[in-house]
């Protein structure tokens, strides 16, 4: 059972950035695609960013395009959502999660898809 774990939520003003990480507890991570999700209370969990085994392709919630970035680092286990311009509405609790059975080339788009999860961290964007 591989084990996610975010760290770099905070609290942040409208306009600022964060970088979201993600560590994996089995060197299999590299063999899982991966995902970012959220949960702003009362809603339901999203998609917000998506990277595929090969790091080489990567998907975007029209709502994250052009400010939110998705990449990973194998060799430290480690996936990473870099959010900039970041907003009111980006407030939420964000999961990491892994997808051991997906295309080498293309990022997993459904939630069902994903076999493992973070506990997740908190995102508060507040003037």
């Known amino acids: 059972q591989v084990q996610l774990v975010e760290s770099g939520g905070g609290l942040v003003h409208p306009g600022g950035s964060l970088r979201l990480s993600c560590v994996a507890s089995?060197?299999?991570?590299?063999?899982?695609?991966m995902g970012w999700f959220r949960q702003a209370p009362g809603k339901e969990r999203d998609l917000v960013a998506a990277i595929s085994v090969s790091g080489t392709s990567s998907h975007y919630a029209d709502s994250v395009k052009g400010r939110f970035t998705v990449s990973r680092d194998n060799a430290k286990n480690t996936v990473y959502l870099q959010m900039t311009s970041l907003k009111p509405e980006d407030t939420a609790v964000y999961f990491c999660a892994a997808d051991r059975s997906s295309s080498y080339t293309l990022p997993s788009r459904r939630q069902y898809e994903y076999d493992y999860w973070g506990q997740g961290t908190q995102v508060t964007v507040s003037s």
């Open positions: 089995e060197p299999t991570f590299s063999s899982y695609a």
